[in-house]
């Protein structure tokens, strides 16, 4: 595709034709970018999986990541591109650029926290498909500066942990998430919760996360996220516990 010369903040969803259309968009980048090695380990012992096959597979890497720090999106494509961004150059410090494409990543992670997470830690997409998506692209950013000693303000910790809680609060009696928005079948945030159980020392979530089976359960029964414009209602949290999630 084409790219102006230092042209940066594209537009992560170019059109098709010259500009390479929806193979070059940054969601396809960010989602799939950090998936070619997984590609790559079921082609390796192929013979006609050649070196200039191989180099070629790992140049266009490289080209996607190129192109990913070029452009600039917003909501889930953004944590997505973001992560991919800082995630591959964690993985390979030998490229060239694996300095500047982790700051950049990073940094731009930091800032999506901060704006696509409300105070009340309700992910601006209405979706809980989207939600887990992004919050655990949150959990792998505090993870990584974790492992890499790298320091961060406390409230960054605090905006997830609250976007740990509407997951914990959303949880219906049957420990699935509702279906809302375009989530087309149900998920649950059960790993989410367990995970913050833990990083955040939390009993209820850790309750939660356990489906039951350790720690207790969340003192309210009802919860309010005035931001997100979000209210769940339950008369317990018993498996068969009248429940509400309303916007």
Request: aromatic residues 14%; neutral net charge; hydrophobic residues 40%.
């Amino acid at each position: 595709g084409y790219l102006e010369p230092g042209k940066k903040g594209r537009n992560p969803a170019p059109p098709a034709g010259i500009a390479g259309g929806s193979m070059w968009a940054g969601l396809s980048i960010g989602a799939r970018m950090n998936q070619m090695w997984y590609f790559y380990s079921g082609l390796h012992t192929a013979k006609g999986f050649t070196r200039d096959i191989r180099a070629a597979m790992i140049f266009n890497m490289v080209d996607m990541a190129e192109v990913l720090a070029l452009q600039k999106g917003g909501g889930n494509w953004d944590a997505q591109m973001s992560t991919a961004l800082y995630e591959l150059a964690d993985r390979h410090p030998e490229l060239a650029k694996s300095n500047e494409w982790f700051e950049q990543g990073l940094s731009a992670m930091f800032d999506n926290l901060w704006t696509v997470c409300y105070p009340d830690g309700v992910v601006q997409e209405p979706s809980f498909n989207y939600n887990n998506i992004v919050v655990n692209r949150y959990r792998k950013l505090l993870e990584t500066c974790n492992a890499r000693k790298i320091a961060f303000d406390p409230k960054y910790a605090r905006r997830v942990e609250r976007a740990v809680e509407f997951i914990m609060y959303s949880t219906q009696p049957d420990w699935d998430l509702p279906s809302r928005g375009d989530t087309f079948n149900f998920t649950d945030g059960i790993d989410i919760c367990k995970w913050g159980g833990d990083y955040f020392n939390r009993d209820d979530m850790r309750w939660v996360g356990s489906r039951g089976r350790q720690g207790r359960p969340p003192i309210a029964t009802s919860a309010r996220f005035p931001i997100g414009m979000w209210y769940v209602m339950r008369s317990d949290w018993g498996p068969d516990a009248l429940y509400l999630n309303i916007r």
